[in-house]
DNA sequence: TATTATTATCGTAATATTGCGATATATAAT
DNA sequence: ATTATATATCGCAATATTACGATAATAATA
């Protein structure tokens, strides 16, 4: 049928999937890095920069931004995405945590 | 055109998403916390417990598998699965240092 | 070796994702 | 207000994922 039956599972699993899914294309992964890495970066520097459209990346950015992983904010004409730290660590925690203690239950 | 441009990104970067990838989908972190729970865990088991059809789980699996994060043996007439802790670690190292960069780095 | 139980694979339908061009919207400067 | 530049949204095509029933393969036991 092929849709995902989110409903069966609790709430934790559901969230670390959530998590994962943004992280789950290079592209992401690759802007959410460049974006640390500047201070305020603008959008269309990351077209440069990571050789996509500039529609795709702004879908991208999106995806990111439902997470709420990063904020825009405009300096001058350009918009400047920063890295939201408290939902930053609020996700790393969640993660970290998941990674955790499966390893620690394991056999 | 919906294939996505692996090669265009970093070896780094497509590690983190493949890994992500893996754990985007919520019956794929029920599944590992679930086996992490029992000393070796029956796929059976897993049909009941998470509410998929037995060739979804077994799909699933698959997937994990494909990463390295499970090994399966075969006890009496069942298949055991189990957590691969040296996978586990490095992946769960590969992200943590992700995490912590994009952090670091932030604004 | 036949039977039974467990797990994997195949085929298929429904839905989701990725990517881009075209276009709309928003902001700054003129 | 008009223009120029930056970003978002729309519409579409290609591909990928999710799920399941049916069936095949595998392993233990009779």
């Known amino acids: 049928m092929g849709v995902s039956k989110t409903h069966i599972f609790s709430e934790k699993h559901n969230q670390v999937a959530s998590v994962a899914k943004v992280l789950s294309h290079p592209a992401r992964v690759a802007i959410l890095e460049y974006i640390s890495r500047q201070e305020g970066c603008i959008c269309n520097d990351l077209v440069d920069e990571i050789g996509l459209a500039q529609a795709t990346i702004s879908q991208h950015l999106n995806e990111i931004k439902k997470l709420g992983l990063i904020k825009g904010t405009f300096e001058g004409k350009n918009l400047c995405y920063c890295i939201n730290q408290d939902t930053w660590d609020t996700l790393q925690n969640l993660f970290g945590e998941f990674f955790q ?5 394991c056999c």
Chains 1, 2 share one sequence.
């Open 101 to 105: 203690n499966v390893k620690f239950n």
